[in-house]
């Protein structure tokens, strides 16, 4: 209820801002945006942006204006957020169970290219049921596993009884392979980076090989993140990429390192929490109003944007704790902060509204549409 | 928009409720409200809980139904969320900064009884500025350190200085003291917290008397949390109780050890993530659909319930990673399973929808109308 309502109006000045807000940088986010085009222009690799960042079409329009092909999504329920807000390509990087959930998924196929994954034959036969009497066919890519030991088969022959089976199944077709290695994202050097995707694209390679000799073509190679995509992108193997957080960057990917050994700098902070000081009760400690559930702490905690003498040093479920590291800083009950999260993803889902921010004044409201959007 | 639409009927069979799903087993919750409230029957001590825990005013008017004389709240939308859903009584256990929040709070001085707290000069002129031109009286606590060294001041003069600047302030009146000591709850032996509540009691003790000793009555001591509540009950100081996690319990809760050494088995787990197998790649592994977004790990990692040799492992985003220890548990895609959170209050902050269980059926859906209540 609370959640619904704006903290923000267009054409009021930041520090109006009602706090906790979710802010978007629109210069440095515009940056990420025209940076990553840049990138992959001229590489022949499509991009699909992870819509699980931002949970928002707006966003997802910006990035398709900038050449990406659709997005990725995790859930039926983002899918439909992203499906209703315009986005006519939709990649569901997940296995989807429940026939009330494949319904859905299977409703948008008929306004939009819908595609998602399968890693047993109990999805293939799932979505099969409910494609195949609603004479739709939908893109069933096969998840690999490519390193993370989490969702998908080993390569080679389990891929291609999974591949035949979509081939055989009515209302399906084998789209290609889901080969996300989400465990590269955040390993430090480059070095370490690089090889965990060598390894992946080995596994790509054994598959693919493994299919070509038995008649079936896979037409599409998809996964990748912030920390690694170029290194899939120059793969040659690779023909789709999935980065979300870089429009956003936070704390985590912000310590991976560059080959210099120096954080790699590449894309900028985009994304804050403005949050207010309540307390101040000592001269090295102040309490901000973003705890837990303004800034999760799954991948570390906050940092002060510009502030590098205010440590955000403990969180609890609506208090943040600033120690005061230099005792000349002047700040004030009432003094506004922004907040670089530590994790993106499951911050963007704490808020229903974006507002964005250039010099200094508040220029847009996005709505956060698939804001808790888990089914 | 998804977040919206509730993932069960009333009726539904458990097994078809949609999943991740925030549930509630009626039977243990009604215990655990019970229990409490026989608990505290005859001490003379009022109880308030904490609605941060649940964000919902049908939970709060089924603990005033037992006695509770209100709610606490941590946000101004949380207070708006329990005055709409019928809640009289309402202290805000916190600073609030900022004059559209404070305006807010003394248009619910309107319709219903509300207490809020400053630790700072700051915020008494802030309150009284705007409940003085609105012809209201808003209670003011001073909010006392008892050594979560978080917000609050020191006791004694500091306390004196400040609740004498209330009286003297049109529209405000002296409350008395928010004297919760948030570090002593997850200590987890009963001496540690036993020892961090008499330092809390004396630190109070010292300030009452200072403020007797210059005319200043103190109606009200309040504090305490479901870790510690029995000693500040039994302390013939405090006067209210705060507790709130006592109606859910969750892992971090649970960990909390009695007098022989054994968890302290007080309240049940009634709060659960309802979550479905997506993928079983290997004998000793599956997936869930619920990661960061659904169940925080802040406090620790969820357990699964009813089958200890499953272990919720590992989270991402949007998955959750179980080890299967026994080779014979026979699990598959598909199936069900209940999580008990870490933590229940940032867990219950990502639902927008309570589904009551009893006999296995969903017998009631509460909506959170606090959910996401940060300002």
């Known amino acids: 209820m609370n959640a619904n309502i704006p903290p923000a109006e267009i054409g009021m000045l930041l520090k109006n801002v009602d706090t906790p807000a979710l802010l978007i940088d629109l210069d440095a986010f515009e940056q990420n945006l025209d940076h990553m085009a840049q990138r992959l222009e001229g590489t022949g690799v499509r991009f699909r942006p992870h819509a699980k960042t931002h949970k ?17 999504c995790q859930k039926v329920g983002e899918a439909e957020a992203m499906v209703y807000g315009g986005v006519r390509d939709v990649l569901v990087t997940n296995q989807i169970v429940g026939d009330s959930k494949i319904e859905r998924l299977v409703s948008l196929a008929k306004q939009a290219r819908i595609a998602v994954c399968a890693d047993d034959p109990v999805h293939i036969e799932a979505y099969g049921k409910i494609a195949g009497v609603n004479n739709i066919e939908l893109s069933v890519l096969v998840e690999l596993n490519v390193g993370s030991n989490r969702c998908g088969v080993e390569p080679g022959e389990p891929v291609l009884k999974l591949a035949r089976l979509i081939e055989e199944t009515k209302g399906l077709r084998f789209g290609g392979l889901q080969a996300y290695q989400g465990g590269a994202q955040h390993l430090r050097t480059p070095e370490e980076r690089a090889a965990a995707i ?88 102040a309490v901000l109003d973003a705890g837990h559930k303004a800034v999760p702490i799954d991948s570390g905690l906050p940092m002060v944007a510009d502030m590098p003498d205010l440590e955000y040093a403990g969180a609890s479920d609506e ?42 004044r508040v220029e847009s409201l996005w709505p956060i549409t698939a804001r808790g959007a888990l089914r």
């Open 198 to 285: 060598q390894a992946a694209v080995d596994r790509v390679i054994d598959t693919t090989t493994h299919l070509t000799a038995n008649g079936i073509a896979c037409p599409v190679i998809t996964g990748a993140g912030t920390g690694t995509y170029r290194i899939e992108a120059s793969s040659t193997i690779y023909t789709e990429l999935q980065a979300g957080s870089y429009i956003f960057m936070d704390v985590d990917y912000a310590k991976n390192l560059d080959t210099d050994g120096k954080p790699l700098k590449e894309f900028e902070h985009s994304l804050f929490i403005y949050s207010t000081i309540i307390s101040k009760p000592t001269s090295d400690r």
């Open 56 to 72: 928002c079409p707006t966003v997802a329009l910006l990035q398709m204006a900038r050449g990406a092909v659709g997005v990725c």
């Open 319 to 360: 208090h943040g704790k600033l120690i005061l590291k230099d005792p000349q800083r002047n700040i004030k009950i009432g003094d506004k902060l922004k907040l670089i999260p530590g994790h993106c993803d499951p911050t963007v889902n704490l808020f229903d509204w974006y507002v964005g921010i250039r010099n200094g």
